[in-house]
């Protein structure tokens, strides 16, 4: 016994604002490059992908090389998890080797059970239900563009996603208001707006896209199609009324930046004027996810 719990980093909701503020610290100073030396020389991370990635996978590997460290990348298919070995014995045994796993995966089940059995930190690099790196990276990406997130208010148009579940808990977490505009079949657990918002939250939820950007300092969207759903006819006709266009665009705050986890769907869920206009700032986004990342491994590995 005496052994501290492993610095998990699975949902926004399990860590203390501070906490949070910390690893954003954290990433602003390695983003100027203040972060010195190479803190994470002799740690190894296992990076396990279940599910395809480009900024999730390359950030991580860059990001870990850059602070000293080794990444291992591993297709889930290709090891013995991807037929049937558990979460829990793949946590027991990893943990023999590296000194953190990060874990992308089709069921938020599959990454608590592995990070209950690890003695490692566990990163979620994305799940079904919440994406929480990503939230790190877009709060980031706000507070360089436009100051503060506390008391801002951030507008969601499109599917409730595990992106928009996340942003529920980054609005409880960083103190902004998140106006959501979803078709109601596509609406977000209702439990988890009301965790939020006993949390102190502002959250508003609504079907009408104009009613949620109106003033907006920031206006998100994601695919219509995320990596856990069947493709439907049906999703496309929910959401066409929920695209971000220019139309929709000067109806948020005249000076409102426009983020997207991407990959994206130009001319689905975003158009091409918006996505490659002058508000967008979704590829310094892209960037943040590698700054973002040096600061939850450094929390995570307690480096710093
Ligand atoms: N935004 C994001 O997580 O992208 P990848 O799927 O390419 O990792
Ligand atoms: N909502 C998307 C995000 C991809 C980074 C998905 O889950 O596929």
Redesign the pocket.
């Known amino acids: 016994g005496g052994r501290e719990p492993p610095r998990h980093f699975l949902e926004l909701m399990d860590l203390e604002p501070a906490t949070l503020r910390r690893m954003l610290d954290l990433a602003v100073q390695a983003k100027r490059g203040a972060v010195a030396g190479k803190p994470l020389a002799g740690k190894t991370v296992a990076l396990i992908f279940e599910k395809p990635s480009t900024r999730t996978r390359v950030s991580f590997e860059v990001g870990i090389r850059q602070l000293g460290g080794d990444a291992i990348v591993l297709s889930a298919k290709e090891m013995q998890l991807g037929r049937g070995e558990t979460p829990a014995d793949t946590a027991k045994v990893l943990s023999r080797y590296v000194d953190a796993i990060m874990l992308r995966t089709d069921s938020v089940a599959k990454l608590r059970e592995l990070a209950a059995h690890a003695t490692v930190p566990v990163i979620n690099g994305?799940t079904d239900v919440s994406?929480p790196c990503q939230l790190m990276a877009d709060v980031m990406t706000f507070e360089e563009h436009r100051g503060p997130i506390a008391g801002q208010v951030v507008a969601w148009s499109g599917d409730g996603?595990?992106?928009a579940r996340t942003f529920i808990q980054a609005a409880a977490r960083f103190g902004f208001t998140l106006r959501l505009a979803t078709p109601a079949p596509l609406r977000p657990p209702q439990a988890l707006v009301d965790w939020a918002r006993a949390q102190g939250a502002r959250i508003e939820l609504t079907d009408d896209p104009a009613e949620a950007v109106r003033g907006a300092r920031c206006v998100v969207t994601?695919?219509w199609v995320?990596?856990?759903d069947e493709p439907t006819s049906n999703r496309h006709n929910l959401l066409a009324p929920y695209r971000v266009d220019a139309a929709l665009m000067a109806k948020a705050a005249p000076d409102a930046i426009f983020m997207h986890?991407l990959p994206a769907h130009r001319g689905e869920e975003v158009t091409a004027e918006v996505i490659d206009g002058p508000q967008s700032v979704v590829f310094d986004e892209a960037e943040n996810r590698l700054h973002a990342q040096k600061g939850v491994l450094l929390w995570a590995l307690g480096l710093a």
């Open positions: 994305l994406h996603n595990n992106v994601d695919t995320s990596m856990s986890c």
